[in-house]
Structure formats: C-alpha cells, structure tokens
C-alpha cells in the first residue's frame, strides 16, 4: 500500500518508520523546504526523533501534489491547530489524487474558537474523504524502535478498505483495533493531555503515589462523565484511546505534557517554559479551549478547572491539589 505522511514531528517519522519495516511504499512530507532538505541529506530527524536512521527506500518529499499523486492513504500528522490550512493544502490537489481512499489524523486536539474535532475539520476542509483517526499510548520513540504497542483506528463506518488498512498498520509490534465511536477517540486523546499537565504537577509537588494514583482514577471518572456529556460512548473511555493514553502519558517520563507539568509543580512558569519550544505540547491549549467549552455547556468538571487555574489563572499547583482534596465528600 502506498502511503503518505505529511508532517514529519517525533509521531509522523516513526510511523514512517514503521510502515517502512512493513514493506510498503513510503514519503515523508515535512512542512519546511529546509527540514525536508535537511532530512534527506541527514537520513536522520535530529529535531523531533533523533537517534534513527531514515533508510533510503524512506522518500522525502517537498511538495504535497507529486507525493499525493499515487497515495492511497495521506497521513496527517501535524498540531490540531495546523490541521485545517494542512487540509486545504491536500484540497487543492484532490484532482490529480487519483489513488486516495483514505485520510488519517494523528493529532490530538480541538481547533481553537470552533471546538471542532479533527474528523470535523476535515469534514469541513476535505468534503467527500473518507477519514479515519489513529490514537492510543503511542510514544513515538518506542513505536520507531518495535516495542509493542496497541493503537485504536476510529471510524465512522467499517469497509471492506478500512479492514484492509487496519491489516496494512498492524504487524506482530504494532496491534491495530477498529472503534466506530470516533467521537469518544478523539475526545480521549485531547483529554488525557489536560489531565497529563495535572499528574506532571502531582510529580513535580512529589505528593506521593497515593496521591498520584488517585489523581489519575478521578481524572478517567472525569473524562468519561465529560466526553458522555458531549455524545461520545463512555466505553470506548476504558479503551486505548482513554484510559490507555491517559495512563502512558500521566506516567511517561517522554510525555511532553506530563514533563510541563512536572516543571510547573516544581516551580517553573509557563510562559517561561513555552518560550522557543520547537515541540508541541497539545495538552496547554486542549486545557483552554476545554475548560471555556465546559462553561458555554455548563459541565462540572473540577480537575480540569484546576488545572486551566494553574496554567492561566496563577494557581500555584500545591493550591489546586489542596482545593480538589477539600471539595464537599461524596460517594465514588
């Protein structure tokens, strides 16, 4: 199968990576001439996975249109906020992308102002395109070297193509599940970055392991109730996509957002922190545009607010902790 991956982060390479190992023909898109260039002289990302060899048979492409010419399936891997103009970038080449069945997302997020999904966006963006999304505890690092991991692939309706792509991503390292609740994926993994920022704090305060197990337990209970709130299924919260994702990157020491919130809870300020950042961290923004769709709906979700009051109220981490212990008891 002839895939493309367009945006070439830590996730987008060691998929490459992967898909590469499977035997089927693959390019990596970066975003910047000059990364692209770089890459293919380098056969190494050394900004967002170093430490891999990019074999040869991996083509790095620098323009969308020649590499979407015989895709069967364009892999977006870009930030949720780079979604929409990257869509319109695969928009504006649909007519001569003559094989394409099939475009995947691998961002995690809402887009900002909207509240809109990343299925929505390229609803929105890609009329007429078959989307599925990828998600799950997928550390890029360990994905690129073959460590075991398992991923759900969200879509809306399975297909005979659908199968043939799940059987496509999966090897005996790498095991795909279908869910056809993509609502509830895609909630879970831009959730379980909030929640991740709040256990990095729970490291950085060093609270202990009770505290920290507790925190993680009552955050699934509050994603569950958050995302049924929203229309997605509650089950599909105790799968990869949620409770999975939440526990790998509440615990990961590779978790971006768990390490900002380590930072945080021993004392670093954000602004600071995301001061000339070439990475991402998903879970800072997911935290704002959440938290002021909690409010329009008026859905309880009380670590989430403390977290939004840590990263954009001032709160420092040890408060919110105090103020979540103290709230009236009830019954689990």
Not at 115 to 135: Q, T
Not at 285 to 305: G, S
Request: glycine share 10%; hydrophobic share 40%.
């Amino acid at each position: 199968m002839n895939f493309c991956l367009l945006g070439a982060g830590a996730w987008g390479t060691a998929m490459a990576l992967h898909l590469l190992k499977k035997g089927h023909s693959v390019t990596l898109v970066p975003r910047r001439m000059e990364m692209a260039l770089e890459i293919s002289t380098a056969r190494e990302n050394r900004d967002y996975l170093p430490g891999f060899v990019l074999p040869e048979n991996l083509q790095i492409g620098f323009e969308i249109r020649p590499v979407m010419m015989e895709a069967d399936v364009a892999v977006l891997a870009c930030p949720s906020q780079g979604l929409r103009n990257l869509c319109r970038a695969v928009n504006g080449v649909r007519q001569s992308s003559h094989a394409l069945k099939l475009v995947i997302t691998l961002c995690k997020g809402l887009e900002q102002k909207t509240f809109l999904r990343p299925s929505e966006v390229v609803r929105d963006s890609l009329p007429g395109i078959s989307h599925a999304v990828l998600s799950g505890p997928s550390n890029a690092a360990e994905v690129a070297r073959g460590n075991p991991t398992a991923l759900t692939l969200g879509v809306e309706a399975l297909s005979g193509f659908v199968r043939q792509v799940q059987s496509a991503l999966s090897s005996p390292n790498l095991r795909v599940y279908t869910c056809e609740d993509v609502k509830g994926v895609e909630l879970g993994g831009c959730l379980k970055n909030i929640y991740a920022i709040g256990c990095g704090c729970a490291d950085g305060l060093r609270i202990g392991d009770n505290g920290k197990a507790a925190l993680i337990t009552r955050s699934l209970s509050e994603m569950i109730r958050l995302g049924a709130s929203l229309g997605a299924d509650a089950k599909t919260f105790f799968g990869l996509s949620g409770f999975g994702d939440l526990v790998a990157t509440c615990n990961g020491a590779w978790s971006r957002n768990r390490t900002l919130g380590q930072q945080l809870g021993e004392g670093s300020k954000l602004e600071d922190l995301m001061r000339h950042r070439k990475t991402v961290v998903e879970g800072v923004l997911a935290t704002r545009v959440f938290h002021e769709l909690c409010q329009k709906q008026d859905i309880e979700a009380p670590i989430l607010n403390q977290i939004y009051q840590i990263l954009f109220g001032g709160l420092p981490p040890r408060n919110a902790i105090e103020a979540l212990m103290l709230r009236d008891l009830k019954s689990e």
